[in-house]
């Protein structure tokens, strides 16, 4: 059931992605990263993450995908659409390169799995993430507090970035 | 056919690899910021597939944690970028990265 699962999403997510970079019409592109953002979150739930597949849908195909197509209709141009530069062909081989190598080490590394934990908090497979995930944050010994507040401050920055950029000084 | 951490991870890199011949090959720079988020993607799905199968029979929740704060810099990495796409975009009437060349030497 969930190899099922896997080989749709994995098909849904890479036909989609695909179309994101081959596309000329950059509206259709955008709707198509939603639908690949979708299928990030289906996977989330086949590792038994459904917090993150929950915040997934909620940050990046809510949130992330409106804020792209509104900078769409701000700047779109139609009859240029998305085209490539003329750096098409060395890019293709990079990325391919790249492709190649991180296949090749993660086919030739032996995945060990290790028996005992470290003090990193831990959960049964079959309960919900939600409760543990607060525990590994928040936790006083383990947990993430202070980068958790650094990324709100960072978020604040941002904010407050994103305004003073699209600012008018007129 | 089991699938087990090999193929998430296989399956992050192949997204990697798509969004990374996006960011290079296109010229739009909203284009290049959403292949940009396919990347970040791709390495949320790594970081949440360690989670799951670095120990037999549970779920080790850090790469799950890790994965929350890379969406926060991911939001605000999107509202800052697309704030310069559109600053550039008054100043110059179109968002394409050859010519947007102010500062090439």
């Given at each position: 059931m969930i190899e099922l699962a896997f080989w749709i999403l994995t098909l849904l997510m890479i036909g989609s992605a695909v179309a994101v970079v081959l596309l000329r019409d950059i509206f259709r592109a955008a709707l198509l990263l939603i639908l690949c953002f979708f299928a990030v979150a289906g996977i989330y739930i086949t590792l038994n993450a459904d917090f993150l597949a929950a915040v997934q849908v909620l940050i990046y195909a809510g949130a992330i995908g409106i804020l792209l197509i509104f900078a769409i209709m701000l700047t779109r141009n139609l009859k240029e659409g998305s085209p490539f530069n003329k750096l098409n062909v060395p890019a293709l081989l990079i990325s391919l390169l790249v492709l190649a190598t991180i296949v090749g080490v993660v086919v030739s590394t032996e995945w060990t799995t290790v028996t005992e934990a470290s003090n990193a908090v831990t959960m049964p497979i079959d309960e919900s993430t939600t409760t543990y995930v607060a525990k590994a944050l928040f936790?006083?010994?383990?947990?993430?507090v202070l980068p958790f507040e650094i990324a709100s401050v960072l978020l604040l920055a941002a904010l407050i970035g994103a305004i003073v950029l699209v600012r008018d000084r007129r | 056919m089991h699938v087990g951490i090999e193929h998430y991870l296989i399956l992050s890199a192949v997204l990697f690899s798509i969004g990374l011949y996006g960011a290079l090959a296109k010229r739009n720079a909203v284009v290049i910021l959403m292949c940009i988020e396919l990347m970040l993607n791709a390495v949320n799905i790594a970081l949440v597939a360690f989670s799951r199968y670095?120990?037999?029979?549970?779920?080790?929740l850090t790469g799950q944690v890790f994965a929350i704060f890379i969406m926060t810099v991911a939001a605000a990495e999107a509202a800052v970028g697309l704030a310069i796409i559109i600053a550039i975009y008054r100043s110059r009437k179109n968002v394409d990265v050859e010519q947007a060349d102010l500062m090439k030497g």
């Amino acid at each position: 059931m969930i190899e099922l699962a896997f080989w749709i999403l994995t098909l849904l997510m890479i036909g989609s992605a695909v179309a994101v970079v081959l596309l000329r019409d950059i509206f259709r592109a955008a709707l198509l990263l939603i639908l690949c953002f979708f299928a990030v979150a289906g996977i989330y739930i086949t590792l038994n993450a459904d917090f993150l597949a929950a915040v997934q849908v909620l940050i990046y195909a809510g949130a992330i995908g409106i804020l792209l197509i509104f900078a769409i209709m701000l700047t779109r141009n139609l009859k240029e659409g998305s085209p490539f530069n003329k750096l098409n062909v060395p890019a293709l081989l990079i990325s391919l390169l790249v492709l190649a190598t991180i296949v090749g080490v993660v086919v030739s590394t032996e995945w060990t799995t290790v028996t005992e934990a470290s003090n990193a908090v831990t959960m049964p497979i079959d309960e919900s993430t939600t409760t543990y995930v607060a525990k590994a944050l928040f936790d006083s010994e383990s947990g993430f507090v202070l980068p958790f507040e650094i990324a709100s401050v960072l978020l604040l920055a941002a904010l407050i970035g994103a305004i003073v950029l699209v600012r008018d000084r007129r | 056919m089991h699938v087990g951490i090999e193929h998430y991870l296989i399956l992050s890199a192949v997204l990697f690899s798509i969004g990374l011949y996006g960011a290079l090959a296109k010229r739009n720079a909203v284009v290049i910021l959403m292949c940009i988020e396919l990347m970040l993607n791709a390495v949320n799905i790594a970081l949440v597939a360690f989670s799951r199968y670095l120990v037999p029979d549970v779920v080790q929740l850090t790469g799950q944690v890790f994965a929350i704060f890379i969406m926060t810099v991911a939001a605000a990495e999107a509202a800052v970028g697309l704030a310069i796409i559109i600053a550039i975009y008054r100043s110059r009437k179109n968002v394409d990265v050859e010519q947007a060349d102010l500062m090439k030497g």
